[in-house]
């Protein structure tokens, strides 16, 4: 599991030194039975990766919590879901606890901490002003587990730590303990999470769901199929009347991209009240932007907010956000967005990404971005990638000559992207 890190610098030696260190963000979804996102892991991570300064400052590590809850809003990327923190026994116990809101924030007690009285007294404490806990990396649940057990909100299974064998008598100990949910972390493939599925797991995190996969089977949808026509349409110019007739193979289209328009809000002075209203008010950079959000907006009303459709979103926003520190072009800014939220049509559509660009005219470096992660759009969509991996030392390598942006830009810009895409989750699910 990825740990709350922190860098030591100078200025830092003093826990009383209130300067905002230097930090890139990462969230990882936890998802439920349905494939809905219920929660976010937030994991903090350093700019001085590869140091020393590895969980040697605590007080550091409490500045980055209390600077990015506080400072820069970051609760609000979290929509109507909570945030999962990492705390070993000595962040527990102080008082960067409190600067946390309770209702939104799950205490994640990391593997080291011991279960002593005094762990169980806080935990008891905290809870009694609204905190909820989670049990992080166990492989086993024995004896020491069981004074906190009645504390606990949900166990976090390290799958890969744990014999498969082994997971019945895990699940049938968790049971015992009443209302705490079982959460299987580090999925990394389809067969660990069926398998989970069929002990009774309850919730699921991992590279597999980041990516991400909804664990029930998705059924064909004809009308992606006109969303990529339609897409063709506005890249090359066709003629409005061409685009609304392809609509009309699609009526429930008109009616969500009305929705979408409205309920976001795109700073228009009156509603859009009809599709070809739309179609002249909106513009084609506009109208091209939605409709590559739809294509991960489009799908059963269940399945918000929708993981892939917030990872998509938060994709493109944040390579649009990166483009314009480094070019004034307002067409390049375009192309980074659609790069972004591109970039994982290959797993909607659950085909090769060259099958299915093939569909579609894109500008040449988009091609080479989606394909090769060649260009500056590659780097782009690579450095984006390895935030959400946690890839500190390919994040450091990328920043390294402050292009895109400094370090100290990054956590400012991607708060921003997520919240966007947040709003996109939020709308959709008042469909």
């Not at 209203?277 to 907010?305: E, S, Y």
């Amino acid at each position: 599991m990825l740990r709350v890190i922190s860098g030591r610098s100078a200025g830092w030696h003093d826990a009383r030194v209130t300067a905002a260190p230097t930090f890139w963000l990462g969230r990882q979804p936890i998802l439920d039975l349905t494939g809905a996102t219920v929660a976010y892991e937030l994991l903090f991570r350093s700019g001085a990766v590869g140091g020393n300064g590895v969980l040697d400052d605590r007080m550091a590590t409490a500045s980055v919590i209390s600077h990015a809850f506080n400072e820069l809003g970051l609760a609000s990327v979290l929509g109507n879901c909570r945030g999962f923190i990492n705390f070993d026994a000595a962040l527990l116990m102080s008082d960067i606890v409190e600067l946390l809101p309770p209702e939104r924030t799950v205490i994640e007690l990391l593997e080291t901490v011991e279960i002593t009285t005094e762990v169980v007294e806080r935990c008891r404490d905290l809870r009694s002003r609204g905190f909820s806990f989670a049990l992080d990396d166990i492989v086993q649940l024995d004896a020491a587990h069981a004074p906190i057990l009645p504390l606990v909100d949900v166990v976090k299974i390290d799958l890969p730590g744990t014999p498969v064998e082994a997971l019945p008598g895990i699940v049938a100990a968790a049971r015992c303990a009443g209302r705490v949910k079982l959460l299987a972390e580090k999925v990394d493939s389809r067969e660990q999470a069926d398998n989970c599925r069929r002990l009774g797991f309850d919730l699921f995190q991992g590279y597999f769901f980041a990516r991400p996969v909804v664990l029930q089977g998705r059924r064909a949808d004809p009308s992606r199929s006109v969303l990529l026509n339609l897409l063709q349409q506005a890249l090359t110019d066709a003629e409005n009347d061409r685009i609304e007739a392809t609509f009309k193979q699609a009526p429930e289209l008109s009616y969500k991209l009305m929705r979408l328009v409205n309920s976001v809000g795109m700073g228009l002075r009156s509603s859009i009240q009809s599709l070809s209203h739309a179609l002249v008010i909106l513009g084609r950079r506009q109208l091209q932007r939605w409709l590559q959000v739809l294509l991960f907006a489009h799908h059963n009303a269940g399945d918000f907010p929708s993981p892939l459709l917030q990872l998509a979103a938060g994709r493109g926003k944040l390579m649009e956000l990166l483009a314009e520190r480094q070019v004034t072009d307002t067409a390049f800014r375009d192309r980074a967005f659609m790069t972004g939220i591109l970039s994982l049509l290959d797993t909607l559509l659950e085909a090769p990404m060259a099958e299915v660009i093939a569909q579609i005219n894109l500008p040449g470096d988009v091609r080479d971005a989606l394909l090769d992660r060649q260009g500056r759009l590659g780097r782009l969509l690579t450095l984006v990638e390895g935030l959400e991996r946690g890839d500190d030392d390919l994040v450091a390598a990328l920043l390294a000559d402050g292009d895109p942006c400094p370090t100290a830009e990054l956590p400012q810009l991607q708060i921003e992207a997520l919240s966007w895409a947040n709003a996109i989750g939020e709308a959709r699910r008042d469909d």
